[in-house]
């Protein structure tokens, strides 16, 4: 080994000792931060999602100021984690997500949280807001739209009726993997994966896989154990992640089988918190219009956003199921309930809907 290489691994080994100190002390002072609050009577959930959102955004703005080299999404992955870590010293969370293991939505969870959350795997979407509700969980992450195949209506349905509040939003990259134990693709006898999944990659499965039976089941990681139980003479392929397929022994066939490459999905964080304003903000809602069909009806319940100059970013209907006909709007906009624009519009759409709910105000996704 040459003197400037040694030299340079001299220097890395110095500095994550200074790196492991300065963690250490951080994580102390959050230790601090969980006595502090028992001492005032705080000793539940101690996450806050605006003020994590800012240390990330934050350490993004640092990093390019330095310059890189590391990408800002990098920068912010590590200091998730140590966030994560700190967080599990002063008050663990347990989160519900679809399950099993190997879902798209544990990787939203781990995204969100970061790797020292305790992950609570249930069946069903409805499961996710019935274990925050009864405090089984501390917070939900739940599947919202996806930007090829729009959104999931269960989940919305859900959120027009549940007492929890939105309190973040991931925005997660997919990519399907075509997972089986099998070697060709003739091979191939059924596939299994949850019915969006197999919208996502319609014209590849068209085009490799014509003919062949589609499965849909609960999630993609439910796919995933179904082929690896069913063991090589089932002839069984799934699509799921390639975390997926390394948790339940597959290999991968065919990679990135996704007919969109920018292929991704958003989840929503819900919980009983009201995050403050970051700046950096969405908020959603639904609403619905007076019954009788008036013409114009619809334009007046979205007319204080224009006149406040607010961007909508998404507007769904649903049927409301008070009557024929009769449907709720889903609405996100563009900043915090607290800021006076939003409120002000907020205040007068009330006034002009029949049924109104604030669903949640939170900070954007940031990563």
Known sequence: MNDELKSARVRIDALDEQIQTLISQRARIAQEVRDIKARGGDDGDHYRPAREAEVLRSAMARNRALGGPLSDETMAKLMREVMSACLALESPLAVAY??????????????????QVSARAVTAIDEIFRDVESGSATYGVVPIENSTEGVIVSTLDLLANTPLSICGEVWLPVHHQLLSTQVRLEDIKVLYSHPQSFAQCRRWLDAKLPGVPREPVGSNGVAAKRVAEGGVAAGAAAIA????????GLQIMAANIEDDPNNTTRFLIIGRQNPEATGADRTSLVCSAPAGGEAGALFRLLEPFAKAGINLSKIESRPSRRGIWDYNFFLDLEGHRSDAPVATALEEVRKRAAFYKILGSYPRAVL
């Open 241 to 248: 992640s390639a975390a997926a397929g390394e948790l339940y």
């Open 98 to 115: 679809l399950g099993p293991e190997g879902t798209y939505t544990q990787a939203a969870v781990y995204k969100h949280f970061g790797q």
